[in-house]
Every structure is written in C-alpha cells, then in structure tokens.
C-alpha cells in the first residue's frame, strides 16, 4: 500500500502555483516565528516612521500607542536604537541601514524573492500597521535594530577604550618631566601621582595627589581633562599647573589652578559638560577651589618656581612655608608656639637648601633658632 506523500503542496512538480496572498502568508509565519510580536509590531511602525505617514497612519499610530503603555516603550526603544546611528562610522551606518532596506531571506533560508512591502498595502487600509504583508519587513527590522544595537554599544565600548594609559609618580624630594605620545610634556612635583589615559576622542589625567604642571598640546578635536578631588580642569592647547596637597602651602585639600599661557575652564568634576556654573582662566590668572568643588573668586597668582628649584613665598604662614619645604625632604626644623607659627614670610628660596631658609629667618623675623633634642627649633626672639 503506498504512502502518502507528506511534501508540502507547493513541492510537487504538478502543484499549483501559491497565490499572492498564500505566500505573504506563509512568509509571515517565517519571519513570526521565535519573534516578540510586541517588538515586530513596534519595529513595523519604526520602518512605516521611516517611510513617512499619512494623516490616516499618524491617527492609527496614535491609536496603537493609546492601547498599551508598552507600545510606546517598545517604539522608544527602537528609536533610541535609531538615534544612536549618528555616532556610528558612516560605513557601519550604511550597512546596518541597509538591513531595514533590504530585508534578508526568510528564516526558512530559501533563495526566495526579496520585496520592499508598501505601507499602503491591503493590510494597512485594513487598519492593522504590521499584518499582511509589512510584517517580513518588520521582522527584518527586529533583526537590523537588534544588530545595530549590538554594532553601537560595540563601536562604544571601542571608543571607550584607551589608545595609550600609564602611572607617572614621583617620591618625596623627587620631580620628574613626562612627554606625552600626543605631544604634551607633563612636569611632576615631589610626592605626585597622576594617571595618563589618551583616548580616541579626548585626553584624561588623574591626579590623585601632588603638583603637575602641564603644557598641552592644542587639539581641539581632543579635549584635555584634568581630574582632581572634585575638580575639573578643561582645556584645548596651554600651559597651567594644578595643586592637590595634603601638607604645604594650600594643603587644606583644597586644588590650586594657575594658568601661565592660554585659557582653561575649571568646574566641579560631576558638572563637566553640563550647563553648571564654570570659572574661566586666562593667562596670568588662578583659582582655588574648595572641598566641596566651588571655584572661589578668581586671583592673579602665577607661581611655578618649584620647576626651576625655588619656592617662593608671598606673606605665607611660617608653619606652612616649613610644611612646604618638608614636602621635599627632612628640614630638621621644628614649632611649638603658635604666635611663631603664625607669623608671615616672604620670598624666593633654593628649595634644596633649607639651611639658608633656616640661616635667613632671625634677619626677616623676630625668631632665633634653638637646638633642642636633636632638632632646632623656631622659637620668638621676643622677651616677655
């Protein structure tokens, strides 16, 4: 007894051809299958949106999105998708464009036709947006936004990826010259640690204690960022020093800005880019900003002789100006009494010879120098 023959009608050499809307059909059920049909259905829209609609469809778009929340959140998710092609290469933004155009073959993997459905097809006028024959289109457009989802956050990921990064770090009493493969030249104070990272699109450094000072290669398609406590530094091409200490002069926590050449933009870390208040710095120009990132009044404060070896002083706290030479090493020197701490100093001094320091205060201040328990010690020379 014969079998019957389980080929599908269409495989028999004698069948008849599949009308028109049999084969809409069944290429239907292709692209449907494993497919959300929520998202097929936004996916629809978004390519109808592509097209253009008629004030017919714009209604009947606004009637699908009043049905369900979640429409609209679909829609959103697709067009946020959509959105994101912009920063994609124009290569990448072509192909994957390409994808929607152009829908690829049914899952069934036949070397079928491939047809651009009109959205003014028997199926629209019906007023269904993704039955009949838009449906293979939409489906391909899951497909495409799903791939150009994955093509984005990788392109971003690439982009986030640093071209060049590195610690520099200087010990006490140590200063240190880096250049930079962009061009920049960053000179290291004593007791400095900044992290370097170059980009595809901008340049960062951290720097999470000690004094930098930074001439910049200028690139405007390569911004420059400087990090610190919660500060921002920003900049295109220019020389200017930043300060984050814990000792010495300013060591309260607080971050020094001084531009010597150019123009810098100095703002709370998190408000960098954003409409927040910002300080902007010409040349010859400081700020100090506080612990909490708020740039203070804006001063004219340039002092970047710790690079040629000197520290200058300008009406300095005695107790800071020791802090600041002890940054660089052991002064041997030493106050107990705060009326001395107090008292005022000024100048420029070889910030390796803290002994002429030491040698100069009795002739500029009412101090002597008494050598107590293997130290010296600033005592007031005033009787009592």
Do not use: C
Not at 17 to 39: C, K, T, V
Not at 44 to 64: F, S
Not at 227 to 240: D, I, Y
Not at 292 to 300: A, D, L
Request: overall charge negative.
């Amino acid at each position: 007894m014969s079998q019957p023959d389980s080929r599908h009608d269409d495989d028999r050499p004698d069948a008849a051809p599949l009308s028109q809307e049999e084969d809409d059909a069944r290429e239907n059920a292709g692209f449907m299958q494993g497919e959300d049909l929520l998202e097929v259905e936004a996916a629809g829209w978004m390519v109808r949106l592509q097209d253009g609609l008629t004030a017919a469809e714009q209604a009947e778009l606004g009637h699908w999105l009043a049905r369900d929340p979640g429409h609209a959140q679909a829609l959103a998710r697709l067009q946020g998708t959509w959105e994101r092609l912009e920063q994609l290469p124009a290569a990448d933004v072509a192909a994957l464009k390409a994808g929607l155009s152009t829908p690829p073959s049914p899952a069934s993997g036949g070397a079928r036709r491939r047809r651009r459905s009109s959205p003014t097809s028997s199926a629209h006028r019906a007023g269904s947006p993704v039955i009949g024959r838009v449906i293979p289109r939409a489906a391909a457009a899951v497909v495409a936004f799903a791939a150009l989802g994955s093509a984005w956050f990788g392109w971003n990921h690439w982009q986030r990826q640093p071209t060049f990064e590195q610690s520099f770090a200087t010990g006490r009493g140590e200063q240190r010259e880096v250049l930079l493969p962009d061009g920049s030249t960053l000179w290291l104070d004593t007791a400095t640690h900044a992290d370097v990272s170059l980009y595809r699109t901008r340049r960062e450094v951290r720097l999470s204690g000690g004094q930098v000072f930074f001439a910049v290669h200028p690139d405007p398609q390569h911004p420059f960022d400087v990090l610190t406590a919660n500060t921002r530094v920003t900049v295109v091409g220019t020389h200017f020093s930043v300060r984050h200490t814990g000792s010495g002069i300013g060591g309260d926590g607080n971050v020094s800005v001084a531009v010597e050449e150019g123009h810098v933009r100095v703002a709370k870390a998190q408000d960098a880019g954003t409409a927040s208040p910002a300080v902007d710095l010409l040349a010859g120009q400081s700020v100090v900003v506080d612990l909490g990132g708020e740039p203070g009044p804006v001063g004219n404060e340039v002092d970047t002789a710790w690079r040629e070896g000197r520290i200058s002083f300008n009406g300095t706290r005695l107790d800071e100006a020791l802090a600041e030479f002890e940054r660089y090493g052991d002064t041997g020197l030493v106050i107990r009494d705060p009326a001395v701490a107090a008292l005022k100093v000024q100048g420029s001094f070889n910030l390796r010879r803290v002994s002429a320091f030491a040698r100069a205060l009795p002739q500029v201040l009412p101090v002597r120098l008494d050598a107590r328990d293997g130290h010296t010690e600033i005592v007031s020379s005033r009787t009592n």
